[in-house]
């Protein structure tokens, strides 16, 4: 998988856009030869779609509207990663619900909420013309496409290729054109790049569709400007506030709908915030980003840093609940708006009937408002769509199953090298999709092979590639996902480099002040809760996405005593508190010093979204970047190097450097030197509480569902809330027996 920097010459001669302006002078336009301009809104379609315009005597009708979001380029039901099905995902699957729908109303709109034509080896067709993931899009004739950040992930003229693939409306209100650049001269007159909202027109009812892009992605691409080259990122709310205050007043439409790829708590503000702020002018707000799974209702002017009130039955965000969110109606609609989002992947499609009716005057009234997620996980998939994409389909398993390599020895510390502390097997999932890990992938606890391999990749491109003279003091990697592991004598696949770092990411070497390593190492440490006496398991701050904890490998090595204050940050992400937790006794042989300046290496959303927005570190402490290597992708150096040295040898990659203090020291057979207090726990009066989540006869506590969703309390031999018996034990058996553990896990 390799980045290109020219777009293909056939692209620029097939494309044609409707609607756009040429230039008067030869200057090419600045996507690199694709007909879109600089400092011109692109479109491709009227302001205002007339959908069905033959029935103006209807007195009634429901508009319905469907919506995915955070696909992730899942065109099958399929996760090459792993190599297997995955019942809770798909376009295809998606193609089978959107079919029915649209068979049982006459009025539906399709909207794609962002994040769609990246990751699950979608990167294998960046060349491609088209995207097949666009096209997959184009063969379900989908409405509507808001943009999300991950659309920004490669070069520009990929994400123009996509936009210009794409035969449906496209905005976002937050994405201009920069005034600043050499490509534009605007004289101070703000260009949307996007037409910042959409109107349909059904029967005379007008529905406005108003879009939204995370501003974070000049922060979260910011080793790599190439990608939103001559585009800016306003501030959400304000964006979203205008553009829906000018809709209302150029259209007056009867429904206002927000299509946003934001979360909810976003920077402190998020979706909630524009749904209590603008409650009387949005009827429902459909979103995506976080990957999330709810139905909720906002009130106006609700305090929108508390949750929301989730009006799904029984708080399962599959079917809306009247009981709860009541009648919505033109009587009660400037009082509340109601939020959705269908999680990722394809998880469910989103739904909301919109029911009007013409009053006296012969206007269109809201008369009520259902929303559904209609989950995937019994739908066959379309065959239809199958056969136009199964090309695609084999290409990515075919690619997946590649082989290069061998393993020898076991990665992760445990007696049979099973990831899952507990009962040393691999992740299980239940029905929906959600891991039931009794307890946390073990190689997040303590030092072991698995993320030594990432870091030492890191390590080992940078000295290799980078200028001369470089030697990297410290590197930092997360374990993205719980079903990362690799076992003595198992054949290494392409698909394993994809299972170890699902994402795209760049390498980036910097130089950063002692000081700030640490505080960044307490950053990262502040994903675990404060240990309590007792606990006899971790667990994790829920606020904190797993994906943001690192764990630091090279020469560096550090304490973590979970006792401790970790770090504390207000809702915009800035520091309150100092974190305590973390003790680096020495970094390339010698006693740690605050003042000292060290080489680091971090993978490029790192490098923007954290290192540079928390002040870390400048731009001008980057020192090198693989982006313009020919192997730049994290993911794809694990590849190269078992590609190279044709064995994985878990030896190469074992050695102690840290350790968490409550836990201790964990061998390469499972077994615990220098054990801490939890441990000690365990083997006392806590042993048969442990014994017994080790048969998954109690289970633990996760946080809201969702597949960010996290174990939030540690099981503790005092308290009996932090911990629940599984009411399948003894009657199930095998990975049956985990589904207990969904029965009852409440926050």
């Not at 390799?2 to 600045?30: H, R, W």
């Not at 050499?182 to 007008?206: H, I, S």
């Not at 605050?594 to 993978?603: I, R």
Request: include cysteine; glycine fraction near 8%; hydrophobic fraction near 35%.
């Amino acid at each position: 998988m390799y980045k290109f920097s020219k777009p293909l010459s056939l692209v620029a001669a097939a494309l044609v856009v409707a609607g756009c302006n040429s230039s008067n002078d030869d200057t090419p336009p600045p996507s690199g030869g694709l007909p879109i301009e600089a400092c011109k809104t692109y479109s491709k379609v009227d302001e205002v779609i007339v959908m069905d315009n033959k029935k103006h005597y209807l007195q009634e009708q429901t508009i319905t509207i469907g919506a995915t979001g955070d696909m992730h380029g899942r065109i099958f039901a399929y996760d090459y990663a792993l190599d297997g099905v995955d019942k809770n995902a798909g376009f295809t699957k998606i193609a089978t619900l959107l079919n029915e729908e649209r068979a049982k109303s006459e009025n539906m709109l399709m909207i794609d909420l962002g994040d769609t034509v990246q990751g699950n080896s979608a990167e294998l067709f960046n060349q491609e013309p088209t995207h097949p993931v666009v096209e997959t899009m184009n063969f379900m004739n989908y409405d509507l496409w808001v943009p999300g950040n991950h659309e920004f992930d490669f070069e520009r003229d990929f994400l123009f290729r996509s936009l210009e693939g794409f035969d449906g409306s496209i905005i976002s209100s937050n994405i201009i054109w920069d005034q600043n650049s050499a490509a534009c001269n605007t004289k101070g007159k703000e260009v949307p790049f996007l037409p910042p909202y959409q109107v349909y027109d059904f029967n005379g009812a007008k529905v406005a569709i108003v879009g939204l892009t995370p501003s974070w992605v000049k922060v979260w691409q910011a080793a790599s400007p190439e990608n939103f080259r001559d585009l800016d990122f306003k501030d959400e709310f304000t964006s979203v506030s205008n553009a829906v205050d000018e809709v209302i007043e150029k259209h007056n439409p009867d429904v206002v709908i927000g299509a946003l790829h934001y979360g909810r708590k976003e920077n402190g503000d998020g979706v909630h915030k524009i749904a209590s702020k603008l409650a009387d002018k949005f009827d429902v707000i459909f979103m995506g980003h976080e990957h999330a799974r709810f139905i909720e209702q906002v009130d106006k002017d609700s305090d929108y840093t508390q949750p929301m009130l989730e009006i799904s039955v029984d708080g399962e965000a599959e079917i809306e609940d009247k009981d709860i969110s009541e009648v919505y109606n033109s009587e009660n609609r400037k009082t509340k708006v109601k939020v959705i989002e269908p999680g990722n992947w394809g998880w469910a499609l989103a739904k909301a009937e919109i029911e009007l009716e013409r009053d006296e005057d012969g206007q269109w009234q809201i008369v009520d408002t259902t929303l559904a997620n209609i989950k995937v996980d019994e739908v066959e998939e379309d065959a239809a769509l199958q056969n136009e994409m199964q090309w695609v389909h084999d290409k990515s398993v075919a690619d997946a199953n590649e082989l290069i390599g061998k393993v020898e020895g076991n990665f992760t510390n445990s007696a049979n090298g099973g990831a899952d502390e507990a009962t040393g097997e691999e992740q299980v999932l239940n029905n929906d999709g959600l891991r039931l890990y009794t307890t946390i992938h073990n190689a997040k606890l303590a030092d072991a092979p698995l993320s030594a391999l990432i870091n030492d990749i890191q390590i080992m491109n940078i000295e290799d590639k980078g200028p001369e003279g470089i030697q990297v003091d410290v590197s930092a990697a997360a374990i993205f996902s719980d079903a990362s592991n690799l076992f003595d004598g198992q054949e290494y696949k392409k698909k394993d480099s994809a299972n170890l770092y699902m994402y795209d990411n760049e390498l980036v070497a910097v130089s950063i002040k002692g000081s700030q390593l640490k505080d960044y190492m307490e950053w990262s440490y502040s994903y675990f809760n404060q240990y309590v006496e007792g606990d006899i398991t971790v667990s994790f701050n829920p606020d904190m996405p797993a994906f943001n904890y690192d764990i630091f490998g090279g020469s560096i090595k550090y304490v973590v005593d979970l006792s401790k204050q970790g770090r504390v940050e207000d809702s915009e992400g800035n520091k309150i508190t100092d974190g305590e937790r973390i003790e680096i006794t020495e970094i390339a042989g010698t006693d740690f010093d605050n003042d000292a300046t060290y080489t680091l290496a971090v993978n490029d959303y790192r490098y923007g979204t954290t290192m540079l927005a928390k002040g870390w570190i400048t731009e001008d402490d980057n020192l090198w970047q693989s982006t313009n290597e020919p192997v730049y992708a994290v993911r794809d150096m694990l590849t190269e190097y078992v590609e190279i040295n044709g064995t994985l040898d878990r030896k190469e990659f074992d050695y102690q450097n840290w350790y968490i203090k409550q836990y201790g020291i964990v061998a390469a057979d499972g077994t615990i030197t220098e054990q801490g207090s939890m441990i000690d726990t365990r083997e006392g009066e806590g042993q048969t509480l442990w014994g017994e989540l080790q048969n998954k006869q109690i289970c633990v506590l996760r946080a809201e569902a969702g597949a960010r969703a996290s174990i939030h309390k540690s099981v503790n031999i005092n308290d009996s809330s932090t911990y629940f018996t599984n009411p399948l034990f003894g009657s199930a058996e095998d990975d049956e027996l985990y589904q207990g553990c969904i029965y009852a896990n409440q926050p």
